[in-house]
């Protein structure tokens, strides 16, 4: 039933067009012959209507079922690439092809004047804008995703962050996400998710156990937190490195790289990406030890240097321990001689009371 009446439309269409046209060509040139001139002026429209007319039929006959094999194959890929798209990515894509026949049409007043000549002007520029309307929207929607308003007003205010790969396989991310320390949107890029696709599939079984803990904790943060996430689908397949992906990201969506990677930082710091880094947080919040104070540790290891001994603290901070060597095994009793603070963690200096 559908595809009849669109041949039935498109014949029509096609026989209006021809009417237009031989009523256009007999009055601007047949007319004028002689010939032509005596000729009763209720013919002239008999005349128009009956090519058109035949044209119609024609065209029924023949192009209109070719046409509407074109038509009902280009809705159907339409419907398939609309249901593909979530609701947010149809009101951009609509609202650019709509403000590409607003300008379409804004230009198309100029030709008006032209009649026919000027009316099918006009349905060019609204064809070649909206498509360009369209065209743009799909290259912007991530700019546009960021910039739309979120429900609460810090996530408003707050830039996006992106999670690099280290810091999701990591997992205190989870745990400070829940503390609502970090404000605005989470993105995710694809890219990221597909190194942790390769890294959960590796043959390595350490490295399979932390891929795949890395999305496991992708889905926490996903279910049990009330930030937004986003998943963003996004790439740059000039660069190879994941890193390197990040840091454009961010760049372009002016946002905030969360991390725990090192070195990440400092190319992050040399190219003017700003960086949150999670070791550095933790550093912060862990107790403050100063030169003079009394401390016990437990001696597990001996150092790098002769006579050395090391320990660590239930927080992870490596304490050095002059002399703890012999004391290996033992919780001994010890006095903070220095504290060596950097961007990769911090060490304690330490001697034995007892010398």
């Known amino acids: 039933m559908m595809r009849k009446i669109l041949r039935i439309i498109i014949a029509i269409i096609l026989g209006s067009l021809t ?9 601007g040139y047949l007319k004028p012959i002689d010939f032509f001139e005596q000729v ?7 005349f128009a209507l009956g090519v058109a007319l035949l044209v119609l039929i024609i065209c029924y006959i023949t192009v209109s079922s070719i046409i509407t094999d074109l038509i009902l194959k280009q809705m159907k890929s339409l419907e398939e690439l609309f249901t593909k798209m979530s609701l947010k990515e149809i009101v951009i894509n609509v609202g650019g092809i709509f403000v590409g026949l607003i300008i379409a049409n804004l230009l198309g007043i100029a030709v008006l004047q032209y009649g026919p000549i000027g009316t099918l002007i006009i349905l060019a520029l ?4 909206g498509y360009l309307g369209y065209q743009i929207a799909q290259r912007k929607k991530e700019e546009i995703k960021i910039l739309e308003s979120s429900p609460a007003v810090e996530h408003e205010i707050a830039k996006p962050k992106v999670l690099d790969t280290s810091v999701i396989i990591d997992g205190r991310i989870l745990d400070i996400l829940k503390t609502g320390l970090i404000e605005g949107k989470i993105l995710i890029p694809t ?6 696709r390769h890294i959960a599939d590796s043959s390595d079984a ?3 156990n932390r891929g795949r803990r890395g999305l496991d904790i992708l889905n926490e943060i996903q279910k049990q937190l009330e930030v937004p996430v986003e998943i963003v689908e996004i790439d740059y ?19 905030i790289v969360v991390t725990n990677d090192f070195n990440l930082n400092k190319v992050a710091d040399f190219q003017g990406v700003f960086v949150f880094n999670i070791n550095e947080l933790a550093n912060a919040v862990k107790p403050v030890v100063l030169p003079g104070e009394d401390m016990e540790v437990t001696v597990i290891k001996d150092g790098k240097e002769d006579g050395q001994g090391i320990g660590y603290l239930n927080d992870g901070t490596m304490i050095v321990v002059e002399g703890g ?5 033992e919780t001994i009793k010890v006095l903070v001689t220095s504290v060596l603070q950097t961007a990769a963690g911090r060490m304690i200096f330490t001697k034995a009371k007892d010398e």
């Open 40 to 46: 009763p002026e209720k013919f002239d429209f008999i």
């Open 19 to 27: 009417y237009v046209l031989c009523n256009f060509l007999y009055i």
């Open 325 to 329: 060597k012999r004391h290996i095994g």
């Open 126 to 129: 609204n064809l070649i804008f």
């Open 237 to 255: 397949k000039e660069i190879a490195e994941v890193d390197s992906k990040l840091l454009k990201m961010a760049q372009q969506l002016d946002a």
């Open 191 to 196: 890219f990221v998710l597909e190194e942790l």
């Open 206 to 208: 350490l490295k399979r």
